[in-house]
């Protein structure tokens, strides 16, 4: 498919989804979680393996570069500005043979290619150095799909006083839908910053957040999230 017929696809289903929400919200459905008091920003995949061309999880390089990676830049100058927390959530594996008797990978290399990943090949699981990390934020190695499943992060937020998550990054139909599932599950609020979350598959990204908006957490512009950070006016907040 062109680029144009993917623009047009996601107008078509951006279409069939606001005609949908009449449905969902007479049934009690899209209530808002709102924003807490204390945010951290969590990123999920973006990369090199999923943000630059050349590999098999590779997403929509036109989003990625004009719409996600500025949108994150966005973000981080507002998160920095206010010190609070920033998580870079990656994958990779240390056993990426897939006829080895033990691995980290578990099952999932029988459904898609984890054993690209290596995590000998630092380059591949490294951030986008458009967005890297500095000093103060984390970067978090994760395995599964979801940023929660089997890793420290639920701890490390509640630790620092955590209550919102603002979850960008790649991708929408998989490990960022996971992060948010599994984060309202745990007791915080999520955010899915739209113009910062992308996927592979043409129309993926306007289901997920439809069906995320209805279900699991609230769907925000960037613009609207910085206006929330600017307004916490300083690190208070952490102290409470």
């Not at 920003?41 to 004009?66: H, Y």
């Not at 500005?81 to 240390?94: K, M, R």
């Not at 029988?110 to 000093?135: G, M, Q």
């Not at 929330?228 to 952490?238: E, R, T």
Request: proline share 4%; hydrophobic share 40%.
């Amino acid at each position: 498919m062109s680029d144009i017929d993917n623009k047009e696809l996601d107008q078509m289903l951006q279409a069939a989804f606001d005609a949908s929400s009449k449905l969902y919200q007479e049934r009690g459905f899209q209530r808002r979680v709102g924003f807490g008091k204390r945010p951290a920003l969590i990123s999920v995949d973006l990369a090199n393996a999923w943000t630059r061309p050349g590999n098999p999880f590779t997403c929509d390089q036109e989003k990625m570069d004009n719409e996600i990676i500025p949108g994150m830049q966005k973000l981080l100058k507002a998160f920095r500005a206010q010190q609070l927390p920033v998580v870079h959530v990656t994958t990779a594996y240390e056993i990426t043979d897939r006829n080895a008797p033990f691995t980290d990978m578990g099952l999932w290399h029988d459904k898609i290619p984890v054993d690209v990943v290596d995590l000998a090949d630092k380059d591949l699981w490294a951030i986008d150095s458009r967005i890297a990390p500095v000093d103060g934020e984390y970067t978090l190695l994760k395995k599964r799909a979801s940023s929660f499943h089997g890793t420290e992060l639920a701890g490390i937020l509640r630790a620092n006083n955590v209550d919102t998550i603002l979850v960008t990054g790649v991708t929408a139909c998989a490990c960022v839908r996971q992060t948010i599932c599994d984060g309202i599950a745990d007791g915080f609020r999520p955010i899915a910053v739209r113009e910062a979350i992308g996927d592979r598959v043409p129309g993926a990204v306007a289901w997920n957040l439809f069906d995320i908006d209805a279900k699991f957490g609230d769907v925000k512009s960037v613009d609207e999230c910085v206006a929330y950070i600017d307004s916490l006016g300083g690190v208070a907040a952490a102290a409470e």
